[in-house]
């Protein structure tokens, strides 16, 4: 009891309480140290939100299209992989998997210049593709490792029996495979959307400043004297992504309990 009492209290003191700080600074006209609380509170974040609302709802429009760009793309280039790593033993696999794993272990700036280089030769930068693209070099490495233990977790029984029954390859995936990976997908495709829609260098760098991105909006606020807009901006930042998984999750929720899996 007193140590989940104490997970409970650094979980309040680590998620809760710059929760409270940034809702306070949200509505506060001043917030000078040492005050324990704002001195004044007033709208005015809330009326900076209400005049740019076409010009935030476009920067968060454009990140969340990327973002999810990036999903689908790291999805299609992690599916076969991440079925070969499961199911089959070779030579240097452990070799190979580590070779795979190692942008996510990489500062992005190590490579990005060189690849903005790549991006321009071929005519991708500063388009969303682009932004898309290297998003995906940078993120796909979580859906590898999420897919991998998906596919770990069952055997190979339901693809034998869907082959047998007929089932092409392509119908297998669709019906069996990626069912049945839905938890291992949910879990990787978190990761990777909160990677993209949180990156402001890459964003900024491969699309040129072409692509609108959220986090870009937001920066040149961060590093003002104005908190109190700033505040509100990241509340949003916060607010988004976290409205997406709850609505995810209900959405698969409801599937497993069609399908009789709950």
């Given at each position: 009891m007193i140590r989940l009492t104490g997970i409970l209290a650094l979980f309040v003191l680590l998620f809760v309480c710059p929760l409270v700080v940034l809702v306070l600074n949200a509505v506060s006209s001043s917030w000078a140290f040492p005050e324990i609380i704002p001195a004044s509170f007033d709208l005015r974040s809330l009326r900076y939100l209400a005049v740019h609302r076409h010009d935030i709802a476009l920067s968060l429009f454009s990140s969340c299209l990327y973002s999810f760009g990036t999903i689908i793309l790291t999805f299609v280039m992690t599916i076969m992989p991440a079925k070969l790593f499961a199911r089959t033993s070779f030579k240097g696999k452990s070799l190979l998997e580590g070779f795979l794993l190692a942008p996510a272990l990489i500062p992005p700036m190590a490579f990005a210049m060189g690849a903005h280089f790549i991006f321009l030769r071929l005519g991708i930068a500063d388009t969303i593709g682009g932004v898309i693209l290297i998003l995906s070099v940078v993120s796909y490495p979580y859906m590898l490792r999420a897919l991998t233990?998906?596919?770990?977790?069952?055997?190979?029984?339901?693809?034998?029996?869907?082959?047998?029954?007929?089932?092409?390859?392509?119908?297998?995936?669709?019906?069996?495979?990626?069912?049945?990976?839905?938890?291992?997908?949910?879990?990787?495709?978190?990761?990777?959307?909160?990677?993209s829609f949180s990156e402001y260098f890459l964003v900024f760098l491969i699309g040129g400043g072409s692509v609108p991105s959220y986090s870009g909006y937001i920066f040149p606020l961060l590093n003002s004297s104005d908190k109190s807009v700033a505040s509100l901006l990241t509340l949003v930042f916060l607010v988004l992504p976290i409205t997406f998984f709850f609505l995810i999750d209900r959405l698969i929720y409801r599937a497993y309990r069609k399908r009789g899996m709950l």
């Open positions: 233990a998906g596919y770990q977790t069952y055997g190979e029984n339901f693809e034998l029996c869907a082959r047998n029954l007929g089932a092409s390859s392509w119908r297998t995936l669709l019906m069996v495979e990626i069912p049945l990976l839905l938890p291992a997908l949910i879990a990787g495709a978190t990761i990777v959307f909160l990677v």
